[in-house]
């Protein structure tokens, strides 16, 4: 079967970009708050996408008529909190004994471990779906279990362990920048 | 006329952007440069796009049909140096006196506001094209005209005052981290 959709259908043919969502706009929500409240500027960057076609009639009003979702070399949001320069990326875990690393494209990892060597703070939001926790996982403690161990995934024990569960509330959402502020706190002092 | 292109043919039909598009390669290659010499991780973001249709014949292999350019909200270009947030822009400038504020979108300026107030670090990159000269200048310099000028544009005078003079160089092209990193220097002494 083949067909064209307009972009509001699209959702229940993608099922996992459809749970994907729910996260995202907490996160998305979130980040809105911050910068409402002068509390961080933190984006999410657009999709990239390679355009192959566009229609131009006139200087402007170019239209795009045929492209490609291309696979991001980076993580999907950053910005500035304090100065510091802030670099994430939010991931959904079905599994309620370990998030599989095939989650995380290798060119991720090595952005991740790129931010850390900038002096960048640079993380994971992974919420366990089936029981609706959301944990912060500092890239630090990414790259040492990749590091240390040949497993191909990461059990949620040690998510748990190694990682700070973000309460949710009403608002903001996922207040994830108060386990940000505390590892600011600890390793550059007060800012 | 109304006539379908081959990306790679919309160069000569769009003369703006292909004039931006030589100051955006030479900051593009310089952004390579700092990241293959572990110096910044600075990239552009992806051009934002709103997506009106999409083709999706299976899971792996959606083709977007129709899509519309979409006015960006922040600056082109963000990252991290030496731990801090960088976001900035590149801008030609046609005059040989002046530099046009309607090449800066008001959203644009409101975003170098708030980059300063969370103590990121904010400029333009301006290439005064006749004479091929391209100035840093910071974003405090451009608040601190738009807030004391009536004006509508920059004179080409304040920006060689204020700014500072990039030379043009084999590899980095455009060395603008020199300047950052001075900047640096001078208002949180050495990193």
Redesign the interface.
């Known amino acids: 079967?083949?067909?064209?959709?307009?972009?509001k259908n699209?959702k229940k043919?993608?099922n996992y970009s459809k749970r994907g969502m729910n996260l995202e706009q907490d996160i998305n929500d979130t980040n809105t708050y911050y910068?409402n409240n002068?509390i961080?500027?933190i984006?999410k960057?657009?999709?990239?996408?390679t355009?192959?076609?566009?229609?131009?009639?006139r200087?402007s009003a170019?239209?795009?008529?045929?492209?490609?979702?291309t696979t991001p070399s980076?993580l999907d949001y950053?910005?500035?909190?304090?100065?510091?320069?802030?670099?994430f990326d939010v991931k959904e875990c079905k599994s309620l004994t370990s998030f599989p690393l095939s989650n995380i494209h290798n060119h991720q990892i090595e952005?991740i471990k790129?931010?850390i060597?900038?002096?960048?703070i640079s993380f994971l939001i992974i919420r366990v779906t089936k029981i609706n926790e959301n944990y912060l996982l500092f890239g630090e403690d990414i790259i040492h279990f990749i590091k240390n161990n040949i497993r191909k995934s990461i059990p949620i024990s040690y998510i748990k362990e190694k990682g700070y569960l973000i309460n949710i509330k009403y608002s903001p959402r996922l207040d994830y920048l108060k386990i940000v502020n505390k590892y600011m706190e600890e390793n550059y002092g007060k800012i």
């Open positions: 079967m083949n067909y064209t959709n307009n972009i699209i043919y993608v910068r002068n961080a500027l984006y960057k657009p999709t990239p996408i355009i192959t076609k566009v229609d131009y009639p200087r170019a239209k795009i008529k045929e492209a490609f979702f980076t950053n910005g500035v909190y304090k100065g510091k320069y802030i670099d952005c790129k931010v060597e900038h002096k960048g």
